[in-house]
């Protein structure tokens, strides 16, 4: 019998984060968007359209973490290390690059957006639970954002 592959979380800035999650997520969906736009000048119900720009694709998926069966903090465990995926990268001044990977699945790109859910506590408040929302967008790069000339 093949072994069950989990899916997991590396960061491609040093952080040192290997995170495979607990139970592999149900499904996981990547969006593509291109953008046109109506040919100005063109007076009909269906004008010609032109390409705009392109965007890149980006990932959403749901995590599950759990450390109950343990009694520990799902937030010292796996989720504060999750969290650090949408924090800045002090020498790079901006979150780093990271990769979603799952068997032969390989997102590689920066999180946009994390939400994070704790389900269930200890007796004394410590969350055990927890459903992380994520949403990535593809980079092979991740550059410093500079306004301005130069």
């Known amino acids: 019998m093949a072994e069950l592959v989990k899916a997991k979380l590396i960061d491609h800035d040093g952080l040192g984060i290997d995170l495979n999650v607990c139970f592999n997520p149900k499904e996981f969906s990547v969006e593509k968007q291109v953008q046109w736009t109506p040919k100005e000048g063109s007076i009909t119900d269906e004008p010609p359209e032109e390409f705009a720009k392109p965007t890149p694709a980006t990932l959403n998926v749901t995590l599950h973490f759990d ?3 343990d009694k520990t903090s799902v ?3 796996f989720t ?17 690059l990271c990769s979603f990977v799952w068997g032969k699945f390989v997102f590689q790109g920066v999180v946009e957006s994390l939400s994070q859910k704790f389900t269930m506590f200890l007796s ?7 459903e992380a929302t994520l949403k990535m967008k593809k980079a092979s790069q991740a550059l410093t954002g500079k306004k301005g000339g130069g």
């Open 75 to 77: 937030v010292d465990k």
């Open 124 to 130: 004394d408040g410590t969350a055990v639970r927890c």
């Open 80 to 96: 504060g290390k999750l969290e650090k995926l949408a924090l800045i990268v002090p020498d790079k001044k901006r979150p780093p």
């Open 67 to 69: 450390t109950y069966e």
